[in-house]
Structure formats: structure tokens, C-alpha cells
């Protein structure tokens, strides 16, 4: 470990013969030293330009890089642009500069312009993003790109050691995702001490640890956390300290004001991670000599005397005036360069006022891929059965010689991940096993998830393409999303939908919105399976739990539920070979149901997504639901026809987002009577939806109000009796049907 505590003070250079630009510093020449010194100058006047620019009301939003530009014109003299990739913090407008962003690329990010290559006008300043560069699209959430940047990290070394992956193939989303990669290279995160708080940094470095990343994790210290100081956010007030015991880290902490020895870490932790050494964790300790953004006042909480003494550490004051005393550049030639920058801002600035806005009518344009529709007929292959008399449709009917709905997920799995190298699977569980001696010694069977569902996968593609992974759900989600923007294609398993909270923040905020928030210069197309939902006779709140409408509600991720074996071969076929992010949602009461079982449909077989199922044709009541209450719909619509002569029309939704509005207005056209049924509580769930939709749109057609059943607006309980009482069942659906047939 190299782990060096420095304290503040002017950068220095050895006592040495030789002054001037050819002179060298720790590797670094006096040539580059101006260098640096221009872009740390450029990057100061853009948060200077864009300051004015706020207050001129020109922009709406300003977060500066002020007193972290040492650590990023370093960090961009070490690391290669096009070649490594970067996930950057807000502050890296330095870094960013010195790999190759423009000023105008900035300003007009600034500005909100169409012209605005980072995000069309979507992102506010500093969220930096750049497809050539390989710099992914920024959020704002302070620590969800640490987990995409071990994603990222580990897609890499995949290519490396399998190349034939990358290869581009036509008919699915692999045609639209050009990869690129490196055996060296290098990806880097970073992030302010403040992040470090974030529980997603503890599992990036958990991670890059246990799997000896090639990953740059870059912490730039200012001390404050928009308000909150240090020894609050960070036991002991030093996170180099409590990181130290990771294996296999390159660890430096260093004066992030002094250009020379952040280079030096940057070198060092470069070399250590480009020899397959493993990560690194740089450690630079920077200032914030303006307030946290614009929209804060650090006078409110830090004192003047406190404020002046770090203004002396500010590294634009310091490295000018090292410059001048090296005799690398006199007063003069500092004057002039300044000059020249200042002129350049000028001219960008008055370029990026006047440049083209956004279009209001472009606001839809890239929440899904615009290249591969999954609704299209290009996703409706049938099925190819090995004997198709034997086949039956779903049917309440025992067909044991049938699969069930897990053997299909299974076997659907195996086909595609045997035709496409580029799947990866993982998630707690789902290896055969992780000690793979065992496996190769025959020594175990192997679980292959709590379920089963991935069972034989690791033993058929190997470890590196089918793993487990620690048990923390936003590191599957996050690493999934990392992996999928360089064109992998994890096809992931949360255990259980009650445990997917801790993913919610990559779930909403990065995984579905990366297409959008980037203009579509970056996407991640991958499936999260996911085992949902109740009836289990015991489950209790943590074991069967439905919440489909939370996700149905993001822009940007597609939601599937299928009800039965076939179409969850299908479905998930469609979810894997499309180009958009996929909650595959699995209840797991059905994976083994006698209900909806089917033989093997072929390993091409697939169904688009947004076409519902007429389970059984009627005219006299629409019946919209999907999922486990399916079955238990039929039985009651099978009694009402049976009791009173009611014919039901019975419609499987089989996919949420997007959802079959065609088949819903075509039904209740004909029946003038619907009720919508869903598993999850009644007040807004996925079914509020659907029914405020029908109300609104087909009103005049209504012979009655649009009926719900639902469970009701608890928990699940675990004592069957209450359990029951809780979730509809086939006699709540009777019922509910009788009283809207009878309106
Ligand atoms: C998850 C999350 N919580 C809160 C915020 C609001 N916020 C934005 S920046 C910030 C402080 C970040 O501090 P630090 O990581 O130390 O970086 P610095 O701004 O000091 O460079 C906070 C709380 C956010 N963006 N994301």
C-alpha cells in the first residue's frame, strides 16, 4: 500500500540546475506544465462565463469545477481519451477539458441547446457525456455511477477474454451496439468525499476488490458535502483510513491541489491497474473556493477566516505563480495566455447564447430504442413445437407431461445464451456454484438459483458468463447497466421483488433513463428477471409482494408479466434480443402451476411485447388482468357462464409497459362492461391505470362504471386464513364480475 498524507502547501519542485519549459517535474515537463495550466485556467473562466451566464438568466443551473482542476487535467495527461472510460463527477470539468470536450460542447450544454452533444438540452451543466470520448453519460444522484463504472470495468476485461463477443450480429440489439475494447484499459470513476457515504460506494469497492477490477475509484476531498463537513460525513474524517484494508487496491492520497503529485498517483495507479494488478483508490485532497452551486451560500456556514486560509491552497494561484518561479513562463507570457482564454470563452459563450433550442416536440424522441421496436412483427415468431398435436393451449386441465413455467425460463435461458456470447447472468444464487472445484470434482449438484430457475448455466457456459454476486441488489442492477452501455447483455435475477429497493435508485434514475438523458448516445438494453407475488400459503410481507405499478410508472423501462409456461419462453426471448432495459417480472406461484404448462416452443420462439392474450373469447363482460390472478379469473368467469349464462371475455395483458390498448378497446367495445383485476393493492395499483383509461376514452361505450378487484391496502399476511382474506380470489373475482354483469 501507498498510502502518503499530504499536508497543503505550495507546490514545489526539486532544487535542480535546469529551469524552464524543458525541465522536467516527476515526469512532467515544464511544456505540459503550461499546458495544464491553460486548461486549469479554461476550465475556471467557463465556471467564471457560465456564473455570468446564471446571472444574466441565459442559464438556468451552475455547478462549478473550481479547486479540483489539478487532480483532472492529471488524471487527463495519465488516462487516454477514446481508449479508456470515464464516469465523472460534476466537478471534472478539468478533466473533461484535457480529454477532449470542448468549451463549446460545455456552454452549450449550459444553454439547454439542441446543438448540445452531451444531452440535446436534457442535463444541466457538468453532466458530462461524451460517446467518442467514452465518457458514459452523468446523473446527479452523487454515488449510482461508482456501481456503473465496475459494470463498465468488468465488460472490458470480458471482451478481452472473450473477443469473439464483440462481434456484431444482426436480428436483435447486438446490431445497434458497436463495442470497442482494450486489454489495458482503464475505467474511471469518480467522486466527492460526501459519495463515499453512499452505501453504492462500499459495494463498488467491495466489489472491485473481490474481482481485482481494472478500475481508476478517484475521491476529490474538498471537505464539504454542499454543507455538511467532513468529520460528519466520515468516520475519523478520512476516507483513505477506513478503505485501506481492501485487497488488492493501489491506494494513494495526495495534495489534489498540486498538478505534479496528483500525476504521480495518477501514473502509479495507472501502471498498477494496466499490469492486471487490480484497482486503484486515489485519494486528493482539493479546495471549493466558490459555494457548493449557485444555489448555495457557503458565507451561511463557514466562516470568513476558514474560507481565506483555503483560497491560499488554490490551484490556479498556486501553479501560475510556480510557473513564473521555475521560470517555465514569465508574467508576460502568463498575461497572454490568459488572455487568449479568455477570449476563446468569449467567443464560445457568445456562439452557445445564440445557438439552435431544443424543439418541444422532440421531448418523446429516444425513451426507447428508435431502432428495434419490440412490439413489431419482428418479435412474433411462433412457436416450433417438436410434436404440434400434442400441444394444447393453456388450460386449467392437468398437462404434466408438460414444462412448467420454470423449465421454460430455463431452457429459454440456455438457447440464448448459447446463441449469443454476450449474455451474462447474475445475482445472488444463481451459480451452480461459486466454488467451482466442487463442480468439476462432481462433487455437488448445484443450486442455480432459490428457484432453480438458472439451474445448469454456469456448469454449460462457465463462470465467467453465469456468477454470483454479493448480496446487494443495487450492485446487480448497477454493474448490469455498466455492462449493457459496452453492449453486454446481462440478463440478471433480484431473488425476490420485496428485496429490489435497494436497486430503486438505479431503477429510476439511471438504468431506464440512460437512452434519454444522452440524446440516445448511450443505451443499456438488458432483462432483470425478477420472482414476484403472493399466494404462496405462508409467504408473508417479504416473500409476496407485487408493486408492478411502480415500475410501470418510469419512462424508459419496459415491464412484462406472464401468466404462463409459453408465454414466458416467449416473452423473455423478446426482453433478451431487444434493444430496451426489461423488468421481467416471474410470479412465483406459477413456475410450477399445473396451469399454463406447454411443451418445448423451439428456440427462436417469441412473442412482441404489447399484445395481450384473449384467454377466453365473450360478449358480455371484459375481464383485463394478467399474471397469477389470471387462473383464478378463469375459474370465476368459468362459474359465472356455468351459473348464470355470463360470458366473459378474458384478456391477459402479458406485458404493462407497453400494454395492448387495441385489444382493451376492441373487447369492451363489444361488451360495454369492464373490470380490471390485479393482484397488488387496490389503491394505485397498475389497474387505476387501465381503468381512469377506459372511463376517459371509451365512456360513451360504458353501460356500466369500470369495476376493480385487488387485494386489499395492506401487507401480505403469513397466516393463510388472513392471506387469503387479503389477496383476491377466484370467489372475490366471482363476485365482482356477478355484481358488474348484473349493473
Ligand atoms: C443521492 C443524492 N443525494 C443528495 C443529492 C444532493 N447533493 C448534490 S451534491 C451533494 C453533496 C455532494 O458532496 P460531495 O460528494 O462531497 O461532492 P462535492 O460537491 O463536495 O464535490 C448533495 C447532497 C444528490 N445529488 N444525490
New binding site residues.
Given amino acids: 500500500m501507498a498510502t502518503t498524507k499530504v499536508e497543503p502547501k505550495p507546490v514545489k519542485a526539486p532544487a535542480e540546475a535546469s529551469r524552464g519549459p524543458e525541465k522536467s517535474y516527476e515526469g512532467i515537463t515544464g511544456k505540459q506544465l503550461i499546458e495544464l495550466y491553460r486548461l486549469m485556467f479554461l476550465s475556471r473562466r467557463l465556471d467564471d462565463r457560465e456564473i455570468l451566464l446564471k446571472r444574466q438568466q441565459k442559464i438556468f443551473f451552475q455547478i462549478s469545477g473550481a479547486g479540483h482542476e489539478a487532480m483532472g487535467v492529471a488524471a487527463g495527461l495519465v488516462l487516454k481519451p477514446g481508449y479508456d472510460w470515464f464516469y465523472p463527477y460534476y ?1 471534472d470539468r478539468a478533466l473533461c477539458l484535457s480529454l477532449g470536450v470542448t468549451p463549446l460542447d460545455m456552454l452549450l450544454q449550459a444553454v439547454g441547446s439542441a446543438e448540445d452533444t452531451a444531452s440535446g438540452g436534457r442535463q444541466m451543466p457538468s453532466h458530462w457525456a461524451n460517446s467518442k470520448l467514452k465518457i458514459v453519460t452523468g446523473s ?4 449510482s455511477q461508482l456501481l456503473q463504472a465496475a459494470g463498465c470495468a468488468e465488460a472490458g476485461r470480458f471482451y478481452a477474454a472473450h473477443p469473439d463477443a464483440a462481434k456484431k450480429a444482426s436480428g436483435d440489439y447486438r446490431e445497434f451496439k458497436d463495442v470497442t475494447f482494450q486489454s489495458d484499459e482503464i475505467t474511471y470513476v469518480s ?5 463515499t457515504s ?1 452505501g453504492e460506494f462500499w459495494e463498488t469497492m467491495n466489489t472491485a476488490s473481490t474481482r481485482k477490477l481494472p478500475l481508476l475509484v478517484c475521491v ?1 476531498d ?1 471537505e ?3 454543507s455538511v463537513p467532513i468529520e460528519v460525513q466520515t468516520a475519523g474524517g478520512n476516507i483513505s483510513r477506513l478503505v485501506a484494508n481492501f485487497p488488492n487496491f493501489y491506494f494513494a492520497e495526495f495534495d489534489g491541489t498540486d498538478p505534479i503529485a496528483s500525476y504521480t498517483a495518477f501514473r502509479k495507479a495507472a501502471e498498477h491497474i494496466r499490469a492486471g494488478n487490480g484497482p486503484a483508490f486515489l485519494h486528493g485532497h482539493v479546495v ?1 473556493p466558490y459555494s ?1 452551486s449557485l444555489s448555495d451560500d457557503e458565507r451561511l456556514y463557514r466562516p470568513e477566516a476558514e474560507r481565506r486560509e483555503e483560497a491560499r491552497r488554490d490551484p490556479i494561484t498556486r501553479l501560475q505563480m510556480f510557473l513564473v518561479r521555475e521560470g517555465i513562463l514569465e508574467e508576460e507570457a502568463v498575461t497572454r495566455l490568459e488572455k487568449e482564454v479568455e477570449a476563446e470563452v468569449q467567443e464560445v459563450s457568445d456562439r452557445a447564447v445564440a445557438a439552435a433550442k431544443p424543439a418541444p416536440d422532440s421531448v418523446m424522441r429516444f425513451i426507447y430504442s428508435p431502432n428495434l421496436d419490440p412490439t413489431s412483427a419482428v418479435f412474433a415468431n411462433e412457436p416450433a413445437f417438436a410434436n404440434p398435436k400434442n400441444h394444447a393451449q393453456p388450460t386449467i386441465a392437468a398437462a404434466t407431461a408438460q414444462k412448467t413455467m420454470a423449465d421454460l425460463i430455463n431452457a429459454c435461458l440456455h438457447d440464448e445464451m448459447k446463441r449469443d456470447p454476450r449474455i451474462v447472468v447474475f445475482g445472488e444464487d444463481v451459480a451452480d456454484c461459486s466454488r467451482e472445484e466442487y463442480l468439476q470434482q462432481k462433487l455437488i449438484k448445484g443450486k442455480g438459483g432459490v428457484f432453480k430457475l438458472t439451474a445448469g448455466l454456469q456448469r454449460e457456459f462457465g463462470a465467467d458468463r453465469v456468477f454470483n454476486s454479493p448480496l446487494a441488489e443495487a450492485n446487480i442492477v448497477g454493474r448490469a447497466t455498466g455492462m449493457a452501455t459496452r453492449g453486454l447483455k446481462p440478463v440478471v435475477e433480484i431473488q425476490f421483488f420485496d428485496y429490489i429497493w435497494p436497486a430503486m435508485m438505479q431503477l429510476r434514475d439511471e438504468l431506464p433513463v440512460i437512452r434519454w438523458r444522452s440524446n440516445n448516445a448511450f443505451s443499456s438494453p438488458l432483462v432483470i428477471r425478477v420472482a414476484i407475488g403472493g399466494y404462496l400459503t405462508g409467504g408473508a410481507l417479504y416473500h409476496s409482494q407485487c408493486g408492478e405499478s411502480i415500475f410501470t410508472h418510469i419512462p424508459g423501462l419496459r415491464v412484462v408479466f406472464p401468466s404462463n409456461a409459453l408465454d414466458a419462453a416467449g416473452l423473455l426471448r423478446t426482453a433478451i434480443r431487444c434493444d430496451d432495459p426489461v423488468l421481467f417480472l416471474e410470479h412465483k406461484r406459477l413456475y410450477r402451476e399445473t396451469y399454463g404448462r406447454s411443451h418445448y416452443p423451439g428456440p427462436d420462439y417469441m412473442v412482441p411485447f404489447g399484445k395481450a392474450r384473449i384467454v377466453q373469447p365473450g360478449t358480455d363482460l371484459t375481464v383485463i388482468t394478467y399474471g397469477a390472478v389470471i387462473p383464478r379469473a378463469l375459474q370465476a368467469a368459468q362459474r359465472l357462464e356455468r351459473e348464470l349464462g355470463v360470458k366473459v371475455e378474458l384478456i391477459d395483458l402479458r406485458t404493462l409497459n407497453p400494454f395492448d390498448w387495441d385489444t382493451i378497446a376492441a373487447s369492451v367495445a363489444k361488451t360495454n362492461r369492464a373490470l380490471v383485476a390485479y393482484e397488488d393493492s387496490l389503491s394505485w395499483g397498475y389497474g387505476a391505470e387501465i381503468a381512469a383509461r377506459i372511463a376517459d376514452k371509451l365512456f360513451p361505450q360504458l353501460d356500466a362504471p369500470v369495476r376493480r378487484v385487488a387485494a386489499t391496502d395492506t401487507f401480505v399476511a403469513y397466516q393463510p386464513i388472513l392471506e387469503d382474506a387479503i389477496l383476491p380470489q377466484a370467489n372475490d373475482l366471482f363476485r365482482g364480475m356477478k355484481e358488474l354483469a348484473e349493473y
Fill in positions: 466537478r446527479s444522484p452523487t454515488g467522486c466527492g468525499e460526501g459519495a453512499e476529490e474538498n464539504y458535502a454542499i471549493r457548493h
